[in-house]
């Protein structure tokens, strides 16, 4: 039977330690969640609509009954009885449905073998009865161990009114099961864990639209940063971007990592938000297809008095070698505050130079705004690594961009197209850099963030493709 206890480290990366468990032994796992409306008839309830601000009293008269029946909008933190890891969950606004319910650490035991393994516990919306009640049962397919597999997650429970503090609370059960086959057809479950959540305090709950500027949060894989940005018309979420994602791949077993970078999501009235987004690359000399995945919900302030999101992302990658192999990471929760920063303005962003990392090696991206404050000059990348398809040759390039305009919501995007040689053959580089102006950091410097790609195509036995595939970056004016 193939379950394993520790895993080696991504490729060209390290993976982060985990704070130790407790016995039963925490697995190997890739985080599992799920993506989405999880029972027929609630789509659309994933971010139930914040149509008016709600207070946590309950409502008088008439009214008085059926209040009593909804818990009151905001988060909710429980423990798993399994190993004190926290139950986190939220109510809509609308105090419709329980939203973004996340465990980050659940012990499955498996069957045949008597295997304990651990995984983590993500829906995305169940909705609330007017009774008060509430049950879904979801199921996501990702992959375990190498191997195909099948993730159920029951989430289910009842609203009970105040405790003897004064707080509202909510009691109930979650389950969660996993099926894949090895060497036999093997179910790992945890059996059904109950558990009791009390609202967390926090300020009064709003309907209004989150506030512009840059957001964090943290990839539960490996504590990387989960960045994004509310854009300044506060309709979308630009320059989503993960520097490490890692990815389980099957048939095979291969872990990697890959970044993560999504250029914009849009931003629903209702505070919700989902896309997803395709691009085509190159992985280890093979033509590959990375899909992102990000959705979630705006869930007003939290006890800090910072505005706070929480939702899923999802990667993964399809390429052919010796076999045809999907890479994912499944499905991870997150949590993001807004970042302390100063009042975000909206004019053009200021005059001089900018500076950025490569993610790829550290190396500067460079460019300026010049004095007219419409375009961008001089975009510089010393040092691009480009993978080629096929072949598996890894080789550096420089980039460079000589202008790109400035649109008066402060975007930007340009893709140049040029002849060139590369080791005796005629060649064509493209390159592509994108980004938003997003006001001012922390540190009160002018700021920006986008992606870039270069690519690069030439015959010599064969035609080949090489690429940096999507990059993310920042930069702070300088």
């Not at 933190?77 to 650490?105: C, H, K, R, W």
């Not at 659940?106 to 009774?131: D, H, I, Q, R, W």
């Not at 009640?133 to 029951?154: E, I, R």
């Not at 302390?340 to 993610?359: C, E, H, L, M, R």
């Amino acid at each position: 039977m193939k379950i394993k206890f520790t895993r080696a480290p991504a490729i060209g990366r390290g993976r982060g330690s985990r704070r130790g468990l407790a016995a039963p032994v925490r697995g190997l796992v890739l985080a599992a969640g799920l993506f989405g409306a999880v029972v027929a008839g609630t789509a659309g309830t994933a971010s139930a609509a914040v149509k008016a601000a709600v207070s946590p009293s309950l409502a008088a008269g008439a009214g008085a009954a059926v209040a009593a029946a909804h818990p009151p909008v905001g988060s909710y933190t429980a423990t798993n009885p399994q190993n004190g890891e926290p139950v986190m969950f939220y109510v809509s606004a609308g105090q419709t449905s329980l939203q973004d319910i996340s465990i980050p650490v659940v012990y499955l035991t498996c069957t045949p073998g008597g295997a304990n393994v651990s995984e983590p516990f993500g829906m995305a919306s169940v909705p609330l009865k007017s009774t008060g009640s509430f049950a879904a049962t979801a199921t996501q397919a990702g992959v375990y161990a190498g191997n195909k597999a099948t993730f159920t997650y029951t989430f289910r429970g009842n609203y009970q009114g105040l405790n003897s503090s004064g707080v509202p609370t909510v009691t109930g059960t979650f389950k969660e099961t996993l099926k894949f086959t090895d060497s036999a057809a093997r179910t790992c479950t945890s059996g059904s864990q109950s558990w009791t959540a009390a609202r967390d305090t926090q300020p009064r709950q709003t309907t209004a639209p989150p506030p512009v500027g840059s957001y964090t949060a943290t990839n539960p894989q490996n504590g990387e940063p989960v960045t994004f940005y509310v854009s300044a018309g506060q309709t979308s979420l630009q320059d989503i971007s993960i520097p490490v994602v890692y990815l389980n791949c099957a048939p095979g077993d291969a872990n990697i990592s890959e970044p993560f970078p999504v250029a914009s999501v849009p931003l629903k009235s209702d505070g919700s938000f989902t896309a997803t987004a395709t691009q085509a690359g190159v992985y280890a000399g093979n033509k590959a297809t990375f899909t992102y995945t990000f959705r979630g919900n705006f869930h007003s302030v939290g006890p800090s008095g910072a505005a706070r999101a929480a939702g899923t992302f999802r990667e993964t990658m399809t390429f052919t070698d010796s076999a045809a192999r999907t890479c994912t990471s499944n499905t991870q929760s997150w949590t993001a505050a807004r970042d302390a920063q100063p009042p975000q303005p909206k004019t053009a962003p200021p005059v001089g130079g900018y500076s950025a990392t490569n993610p790829q090696n550290g190396e500067p991206i460079t460019f300026s705004v010049p004095a007219s404050r419409d375009r961008l000059h001089n975009i510089a990348i010393p040092v691009v690594y480009l993978n080629c398809a096929p072949g598996n040759l890894t080789i550096s390039e420089p980039f460079s961009i000589a202008a790109i305009p400035l649109k008066p919501d402060r975007s930007f995007t340009a893709t140049t197209t040029k002849t060139g040689v590369y080791n005796g053959h005629p060649a064509k580089f493209t390159d592509t850099f994108r980004g938003n102006f997003h006001g001012v950091a922390p540190s009160g410097a002018a700021r920006a963030a986008g992606t870039f790609r270069e690519t690069m195509t030439f015959t010599d036995s064969t035609k080949r493709t090489c690429t940096s595939n999507n990059q993310s970056w920042t930069a702070t004016h300088t």
